[in-house]
């Protein structure tokens, strides 16, 4: 093994923080440029830097001026929380709320009083708690330790005596960033407050700015570019010809043009030192190991075709942008070297299927010993997903979210069922991590499909199985939001934002990225079933295990899962092994019979009866993981 492959552990050096550490040459002119403070309020997910602040710190240096200070309010507020609560709130709270908190807005009530006043919040969020069954004793502790913390996080950003304060605000961190920043303005009122990041998309960045006069300036869209040109604008004015920046002119809002989405050759590798120099001496760094956060690409290529019907992840990015290979290659080598860390998490939406062939087998051939992470789409052949697996990618989220044809239809997923529980078998066979949750509510959504697949899920119990089984939600930017012909027709902002938003709904419309709707597709009646099912899936799956090998001419499938008698198959006669080798696939009946010149249908349904394949729309699949030279797609 090189030496690039060795564990981070311990903690290590790091540059400090302040805002001086790291600068590219200066002349005099850019001595007069403001001074940036780079801000991520909680709740980023503490083993990770926050890629926002590393690649427009990098993109500051790039562009001749002087690095941004940095303020880790994530790493900050969990060390603050382990502290004043003598140890009882750990990291592993904060991060429960992190991964969990989003659909009722949790982090940001936790700090809405901080931002509103001390009353504001409780009543509604008590009121909305008991309606929708949520637990919020630990954010109720965290609440009682958030006044002081925001107080703590104005002090240590004014000491660094910055002229503009940056956030990066995406889902959670709006209401912890915007109570910082107005104690931050009446403390130091000649200071700018910046906003940007995913919650300052499309109208959300306006309605901030309009409704928070205390925001100075708000830069919607990728900033990579445009963070310098507003730095230099604010020295010699003309904000005016900033693309995508939100500013006041006379009292008035003044909302410029947006610029353009950064091409592959412009997205920048991060800059994470002062990060990883934060880490080390956070109090939380013994809880954890961290991994670094990286991007080969930006928007989505199946979105540019066929966006999924509910997901709005891109919002105004869509277009697909891919590093060149050698760059992400270099990015990787570098990040990996200078922080000795290799678990990897890629923030990718969807991996570039030419990967497989270029990048990924170089990453292989260095013998690396990563981690890594990735988001991909589930028509990956077998070839492909080992391919994965000799990378390093040991963990995917393949985007399956539903094994009923109909119900991919609907969302525009352009995948079979068939193809996403083939997916999920070669995937295990090669031993990778699969996420994935399973969507219902879906408008036209039949109860029928579902009680056909119900019969499917036992055989596949030795499959990794989804997180759970959750209602969809109307985001911005999906097709159901922007096209009410899809079904959504009636929407309003979340319920939970008025527990955290001292405003009335009208005003929240063009602010919030989450809606409520009336529910579509199945009733919570009709879908308790799903969830029985996946509870018993999830239960039962560790201790479960259908498994194929060949030993000479003879196919040996051993069948020791849950719910079933344990058995060995055997499948000898020629006829039966070249239908075998096209079930792996994933065909119809017509299909196999083409395939192969064998009708096996009385077969066929022994296999079926056994458990051994499963009947995906019209699609026969097999079941069973496992290596068979020659057999598998």
């Known amino acids: 093994m090189s030496e690039i492959g060795h564990r981070r552990f311990a903690a290590g050096g790091g540059a400090p923080t302040g805002r001086h550490d790291r600068t590219a040459p200066q002349d005099d002119r850019e001595l007069t440029m403001p001074e940036l403070c780079l801000v991520s309020m909680p709740w980023q997910s503490l083993a990770r830097p926050s890629l926002q602040v590393g690649v427009l710190t990098a993109a500051c240096v790039r562009a001749g001026l002087p690095a941004p200070s940095s303020f ?8 603050h929380l382990l502290e004043r609560s003598g140890g009882a709130l750990t990291p592993a709270h904060y991060e429960e709320v992190a991964e969990n908190g989003f659909v009722h807005a949790l982090g940001d009530w936790i700090f809405t009083h901080t931002l509103h006043g001390n009353d504001f919040g409780i009543r509604q969020m008590a009121e909305y708690a008991k309606e929708w069954q949520v637990d919020l004793r630990i954010a109720t502790r965290m609440r009682e330790h958030a006044e002081e913390f925001v107080d703590i996080a104005v002090s240590k950003i004014l000491d660094m005596n910055t002229d503009i ?6 889902f959670m961190q709006n209401v912890p960033s915007l109570a910082v920043a107005r104690r931050i303005k009446r403390r130091s009122p000649r200071t700018l407050v910046l906003f940007g990041g995913g919650n300052c998309d499309g109208p959300m960045g306006a309605a901030l700015h309009r409704e928070f006069p205390f925001v100075d300036l708000v830069l919607s869209g990728e900033a990579d570019e445009n963070l310098p040109l507003l730095l230099r604008a604010l020295d010699s004015g003309g904000l005016g010809e900033v693309p995508g920046l939100i500013w006041r002119q006379h009292g008035e809002q003044r909302i410029n043009p947006p610029g353009r989405l950064v091409p592959p050759a412009a997205i920048g590798s991060p800059d994470y030192d002062a990060w990883f120099g934060e880490f080390d001496r956070s109090a939380v760094s ?10 080969s690409s930006r928007g989505c290529w199946w979105g540019e075709r066929h966006q999924c019907t509910f997901c709005g992840l891109n919002g105004t990015g869509m277009p697909y942008r891919s590093k060149p290979g050698p760059v992400f290659l270099g990015e990787l080598e570098q990040a990996v070297t200078r922080h000795q860390v290799l678990d990897v998490v890629m923030v990718d939406n ?6 497989t062939r270029t990048v ?3 990453i292989a051939a260095r013998d690396w010993d990563l981690n890594v992470h990735y988001e991909v789409k589930s028509n990956l052949t077998a070839a492909q997903i080992a391919t994965l697996a000799a990378a390093g990618i040991h963990s995917v989220q393949p985007g399956i979210e539903s094994l009923i044809d109909d119900v991919l239809r609907r969302m525009d997923k352009g995948v079979p069922a ?7 078998r070669d995937c295990h066979t090669e031993g990778l991590s699969v996420s994935w949750n399973w969507l219902y509510g879906f408008p036209g959504e039949q109860e029928p499909d579902l009680t056909t697949v119900l019969e499917t899920l036992p055989a596949l119990v030795h499959l990794p199985p989804p997180s759970g089984a959750n209602r969809i939600q109307l985001h911005r930017f999906s097709p159901h939001f922007t096209n009410p012909e899809l079904g959504f027709r009636d929407h309003r902002p979340a319920r939970a934002y008025a527990c955290v938003y001292d405003l009335p709904p009208e005003r929240m419309a063009d602010l919030v990225y989450a809606f409520d709707t009336p529910d579509q ?4 009646a009709q879908a308790e079933p799903l969830h029985g099912a996946i509870a018993r899936w999830r239960d039962h799956h560790p201790a479960s295990a259908l498994t194929q090998s060949r030993q000479e001419d003879t196919i040996l499938i051993i069948d020791r899962r849950a719910g079933f008698p344990a058995a060995d198959h055997r ?7 070249a239908v075998w080798r096209e079930l792996q696939h994933g065909r119809s009946l017509p299909a196999l019979t083409r395939a192969t010149g064998v009708v096996a249908d009385d077969w066929l349904a022994e296999l079926r009866e056994a458990g051994l394949v499963c009947v995906a729309g019209d699609r026969w699949l097999a079941l069973p993981t496992g290596h068979l030279a020659g057999y598998h797609p």
Do not use: K, W, Y
Request: aromatic share 6%; glycine share 8%; no cysteine.
């Open 571 to 577: 499948i000898r006669r020629p006829e039966h092994l």
């Open 418 to 424: 068939a193809r996403n529980i083939r997916t999920l």
């Open 521 to 524: 597709g199945l009733t919570d």
């Open 286 to 295: 013994e809880h954890l190991t961290p991994q670094l956060v990286l991007e």
């Open 72 to 79: 880790h309010g994530d790493l900050a507020f969990a060390g």
């Open 360 to 362: 990924l087998p170089a």
């Open 165 to 170: 304060v940056g956030f990066s605000s995406t």
């Open 350 to 355: 969807i991996l570039d299927p030419r990967f």
